[in-house]
């Protein structure tokens, strides 16, 4: 996907923050590994953030991470892992609205472009996915009182 591409990943006539952050970075991450790696990490940090909103501060999917021991098949379950329990979260209050299906979208269309299998390293995979999940409220901002609204509407 080149750079207009990413930057044509759009919700509501607005460029989704996380496609706009790779266009803006692509030689940075220079591929689709990275690229998914980092978004996993960022998806997991809105995970991570919904928990600790929902669960007096605690965050029990932390435990999913097993010591940040990635591999190619370890960053699918986290993915599965995680989008799972965000459809748990959505019920009563939405969570898994629009935007972070644009997100998972986006993150599943990168996904598959990376090659079989993966060329990046363990320890290139841990700094991706940290990268992400520390930057996750600039990848998946808080969601605004009009935004709020929508996503109860879904």
Partial sequence: MDINE????????????????IAEHLTFFG???REVTFLVGGLFGKLEAVQRARLAGN?????????LDL???????????????MKE???PKPVYG??????TEFLSKRWTECPAPW????????????????????????????????????
């Fill in 98 to 103: 629009a935007r972070i299906r644009a997100y």
């Fill in 6 to 21: 990413e930057k044509q990943v759009k919700l509501n006539d607005k460029i989704l923050p996380a496609a706009q952050f």
């Fill in 31 to 33: 591929d689709a590994e």
């Fill in 89 to 91: 979260y959505s019920k």
């Fill in 119 to 154: 060329n990046l390293s363990i320890d290139e995979m841990k700094f991706q996915f940290t990268l992400g999940w520390t930057l996750s409220r600039q990848l998946l901002p808080p969601l605004g009182k009009r935004e709020k609204i929508e996503n109860k509407k879904e």
């Fill in 71 to 85: 591999s190619e098949n370890r960053l699918q379950k986290i993915f599965v892992a995680v989008v799972k329990k």
């Fill in 59 to 67: 965050a029990p999917i932390v435990e999913v991470l097993s010591g």
